[in-house]
């Protein structure tokens, strides 16, 4: 026995009182109860070839590890946990039978991973369905855990597969938990019920699918009916096409879009878009004809940025960039006008 001093000092021959948590132990002894029900179940449904590779019980938690090379399926995990349940509901009794350790390997019991046994051994039986070697602490009947839920089922490692399940009080707070979590899910929809949550989502789904086509399809339209209104914007410098223009709550794509629309409209031309949004300002600059035989796209950002405390670069037809600051956005323009003249 180990014990943990909190205050104090202990000599030999001291007196000592052990005092139990009951509750704790109660809650402990149903998890472990539970633990062998669901050893023989994973073994029931599985088959015989699954190996205990370990286990863990508390007061809230069972975990169970066995060998497995494939994830169990979901209705196998539903059928683990209805037939667990089943031999709680159909209260067995449990006894433990000590016997000579050759006598209990001839009853078919399971040898616990990882424990030690000498001549004598326990046995921990739940009628025919359990069978295990176990000096632990056990309920009287099956009855008494309640209800088991499984939580999950994970991988540990290669071959190494865990159960994790709650009983009894463990498993009433798991349910209240999920209650909660499912009435604050139908709160959201309005108030539908458990059975229209599923459909209801579904169709959230595909609106939100079919919302986010509408917006796309929206953005370029827009994108081409701006590229319309903004022909008159253009200015004539000797013979190329100049626009500048700045865009709000536009980003480097949208300016793209407006980019691949308002080159086809002249055949010389230098295009210098800035988008601004929460990303912060984005340049994007087009230029075809003699706008790019006498300046270009990736000359004309080299030029213009630095003055908008930004920088990018590209192609003569074709380059990007970034600023930071517009306020001097007039003299990048005489800069742009002064370099195609
Ligand atoms: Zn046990």
Same mark, same amino acid.
């Given at each position: 026995?180990? @014990?943990?001093?909190d205050y104090?000092?202990?000599?030999?021959? $001291?007196? @000592?009182t052990?005092?139990?948590?009951?509750?704790k132990r109660?809650l402990?002894?149903?998890?472990?109860?539970?633990?062998?029900?669901l050893?023989?179940a994973?073994?029931?449904?599985?088959g015989?070839?699954?190996?205990?590779?370990g286990?863990?019980?508390?007061?809230?938690i069972?975990r169970? $590890?066995?060998?497995?090379?494939?994830?169990p399926s979901?209705k196998?995990l539903?059928?683990i946990e209805?037939?667990v349940n089943?031999?709680?509901l159909?209260?067995?009794? !449990?006894?433990?039978?000590?016997?000579p350790? !050759?006598e209990a390997?001839?009853?078919?019991?399971?040898?616990?991973?990882?424990e030690?046994?000498?001549?004598?051994v326990?046995v921990?039986?739940?009628? $025919?369905?359990?069978k295990e070697f176990?000096?632990?602490?056990?309920?009287k009947?099956?009855?008494? +855990?309640g209800?088991?839920v499984?939580e999950? $089922?994970?991988?540990?490692?290669?071959g @190494?597969?865990?159960?994790?399940?709650?009983?009894s009080f463990?498993?009433?707070?798991?349910?209240?938990?999920?209650?909660?979590?499912?009435?604050?899910?139908?709160?959201?929809l309005?108030?539908?019920l458990?059975?229209?949550?599923?459909?209801r989502?579904?169709?959230?789904? !595909?609106?939100v699918?079919?919302?986010?086509k509408?917006?796309?399809?929206?953005?370029?339209?827009?994108?081409?009916s701006?590229?319309k209104?903004l022909?008159k914007?253009?200015?004539? @410098?000797?013979?190329?096409?100049?626009?500048v223009k700045?865009f709000?709550?536009?980003?480097?794509e949208d300016?793209?879009k407006?980019?691949?629309s308002?080159?086809?409209?002249y055949p010389?031309?230098?295009?210098?878009l800035?988008?601004?949004?929460?990303?912060? +300002?984005a340049?994007?600059?087009?230029?075809g004809?003699?706008?790019?035989?006498?300046?270009?796209a990736?000359?004309?950002i080299?030029l213009a940025?630095?003055?908008l405390?930004g920088n990018?670069?590209g192609?003569p037809?074709?380059a990007?960039?970034?600023a930071?600051d517009l306020?001097?956005?007039a003299?990048a323009i005489?800069?742009?006008?002064?370099a195609?003249?």
């Amino acid at each position: 026995m180990h @014990v943990n001093l909190d205050y104090g000092t202990l000599k030999i021959g $001291d007196k @000592v009182t052990a005092k139990v948590d009951e509750t704790k132990r109660r809650l402990t002894a149903r998890n472990h109860s539970c633990t062998h029900l669901l050893h023989a179940a994973i073994g029931e449904v599985l088959g015989a070839h699954v190996d205990q590779k370990g286990s863990y019980v508390d007061s809230e938690i069972l975990r169970f $590890d066995y060998s497995a090379l494939n994830k169990p399926s979901v209705k196998d995990l539903k059928a683990i946990e209805e037939l667990v349940n089943k031999k709680i509901l159909e209260s067995i009794e !449990e006894k433990t039978l000590v016997l000579p350790i !050759e006598e209990a390997k001839k009853l078919g019991a399971e040898m616990e991973f990882s424990e030690k046994y000498g001549d004598t051994v326990r046995v921990v039986t739940f009628g $025919d369905f359990s069978k295990e070697f176990c000096g632990g602490t056990h309920v009287k009947n099956t009855a008494d +855990i309640g209800v088991f839920v499984l939580e999950y $089922d994970t991988a540990v490692s290669s071959g @190494v597969r865990r159960i994790q399940g709650r009983t009894s009080f463990g498993a009433y707070r798991y349910f209240a938990q999920k209650t909660s979590a499912l009435n604050y899910v139908s709160a959201s929809l309005g108030g539908a019920l458990d059975s229209e949550l599923g459909p209801r989502i579904a169709a959230l789904k !595909e609106n939100v699918a079919s919302s986010g086509k509408l917006i796309a399809s929206l953005k370029s339209k827009i994108a081409s009916s701006s590229a319309k209104s903004l022909e008159k914007e253009f200015e004539d @410098v000797n013979g190329t096409k100049l626009l500048v223009k700045t865009f709000d709550g536009m980003g480097r794509e949208d300016l793209m879009k407006v980019g691949d629309s308002l080159k086809v409209k002249y055949p010389d031309y230098l295009l210098f878009l800035i988008g601004k949004n929460d990303d912060g +300002i984005a340049i994007c600059a087009f230029a075809g004809g003699n706008g790019a035989a006498k300046l270009g796209a990736g000359k004309a950002i080299k030029l213009a940025a630095p003055l908008l405390s930004g920088n990018g670069g590209g192609r003569p037809e074709m380059a990007q960039g970034s600023a930071k600051d517009l306020s001097r956005l007039a003299e990048a323009i005489t800069c742009l006008r002064d370099a195609l003249k």
